[in-house]
């Protein structure tokens, strides 16, 4: 790992990352780190993942649902996709999900809401693929 | 009340709104109903507050966190102003109001979350005020 | 068809829906749904087909220019695809679709003016290939 | 008039401005202009005004419902304001204002057409003061 | 001062933040820091101030023509109306502000371009009168 | 050429886009132009490039980082793809890019600054295989 991401604070910020966004497409961003990008990954695993979703003031269940709702009105479809999967790694049940995109419906829009929920049955349906197929081993 | 108000499912929103915003709010909304508002008075209380508001599928606390978290990245600080107050009555705490904004910074750009934030100042310091003159008779 | 969308108000939206868009896009759509996606299916085609684009306030091809000029604003791709396709269905010519996007420009700026334009020309060139083709049968 | 302000397309733009907008409220922005505006005022009036509006494409009460739909999803009151006054002077009726505003309900969410017909009713309230003053005289 | 501002790197933000904002201006945010606000007041000042304005990769005057950039686009006239002062403080001219909003004008659209350099002006206006009353002494 | 593209203020346009992003790119562009794109080329050639980055009030350097920052505000990734190649030809390193990037994670948000990056690392590799290739020559 780069010397600059030898830090409390990215190390704290490294474990939330994981635990939500799964290890192996953090681990991925981390190895592509370089003198570009190195800077921007090591300010968001630390303010982002360390400060931010570190601090005890709501659950992990909770900042799903915050983020699904933030990232919906403000159209980014790449980062719905991982909070999508971060929420049902928090939690957040396709139901849960269903009615998130309803009320984004009502008060970003219909577009806003039928392009995120998009985004959300692709992911939905690689994860109980992913989990059809470890049922099945 | 306009006669066009006269749906089950606008009575179901009106008691919603009435419910999350305020009786008092809602009856001046309805009260300055015309010929050029009336329609969308409306389509707002059956669409947004009789359909959405009245699924079972999210307690009303978490509809007002997707709430503030889209109103924030919208930029709609009317809408926030109410939606805060709204938030209170459904129970959240000022601290839960805190961490939101905290999350807006982030996702959304510390002016998002600055701008956001001043309004809810203001509504949480009205409310102090109300409470602390009820409390004082 | 799925039971919940056995309403009168979804009948309405549908056939505005499938007029507008095209039957085999709605149909498409509503193949595809299934416990994720079908309330918001419903939704879709009550509240914005059946309800709205069933006002008899505005006619149809006023209704697609209202759209594009939105969608475009609203930087979503994928709804200016089916709403250009909507508006040559509803009578707008490929110039008055030009002079929409040159507003565009003005008003919301050049980016958002070539990145809907991209698309819009995309879906002309379609609808002109299809038209050749059935015009050589 | 400032010397930068003398040529054809400025003259072009400035009629078509005052006739959309009202000549007092042109006049306005034009006095007003100096040292650090003029420049923004010449590149409005010749490239929005001159340029755009003087195309022949689309008809003055058409590029009006173009832009109360552009400038309720950007979010723009102040411009708001101005094109409800341009839109009713290029003969939109008060029941079509509303109708585009409900129509961005839908499209741009809810708060986006409340903020927006607020503005608009503002503007026909106004209109509808100063008509009866006239037709008092 | 709070408890909670006592780190280097918040007095390291706090210095930046002065210098470029004004340390009256940022006085009056952190006097008014309560336990709903200091942690935003916190995360900005830290944050923002002192990783991001801390940085030597740009200079400061750079970073005022970034700010105003991305305000202008943003929609944010409480945080233009700040960074306009924080550019004048940082060396930009009127003429390089004109300028910005010039290039706001062609890429975000001209309501943005309007609406920002409307509030640029009031700013430059004040410090132009504050000037006059300082030389007068 | 197109007989419309025939002015003094397209040439001068035309000579400026072709300069900041590639003469390859615009001919493309130009090639491509069709009764339904022509009048958009014009308006942006002539405006655009002729107008607004003809004007000597800031050098381009400077003209780069404000399209930068607007355009990763805007989530408008076609442009900034084209504009993070116009910024490496207009003197801007990776370095300065990176600042920039930083810059919007703080005020527009982490996702906005995410997604800006990730094109402009495939922009900045690919330029590097261009002169690699080229320097083996």
Redesign the interface.
């Known amino acids: 790992m780069r010397e600059e991401f030898n830090t409390e604070l990215f190390a704290k910020g490294l474990k939330n990352r994981q635990e939500v966004l799964g290890a192996e497409h953090v681990q991925k961003s981390l190895d592509a780190a370089d003198?570009?990008?190195a800077?921007?990954q090591k300010?968001?695993t630390e303010?982002?993942w360390g400060?931010?979703w570190g601090?005890p003031?709501?659950d992990r269940r909770?900042?799903s649902?915050?983020?699904l709702?933030?990232?919906?009105?403000?159209?980014?479809p790449?980062?719905i996709r991982l909070h999508v999967r971060g929420a049902l790694n928090n939690g957040l049940t396709?139901?849960?999900?269903?009615?998130?995109?309803?009320?984004?419906?009502?008060?970003?829009?219909?577009?806003?809401?039928?392009?995120g929920?998009?985004v959300?049955?692709e992911v939905?349906a690689e994860e109980k693929a992913k989990n059809a197929k470890a049922g099945a081993k």
Chains 1, 2, 3, 4, 5, 6 share one sequence.
Request: net charge negative.
């Open positions: 003198d570009f990008t800077d921007m300010l968001v303010w982002c400060e931010l601090r003031g709501l909770t900042r649902i915050i983020n709702s933030m990232l919906a009105a403000l159209n980014r790449h980062e396709q139901d849960d999900i269903k009615e998130i995109f309803l009320q984004v419906a009502i008060y970003c829009g219909v577009p806003a809401a039928l392009d929920m998009k959300a049955a939905i």
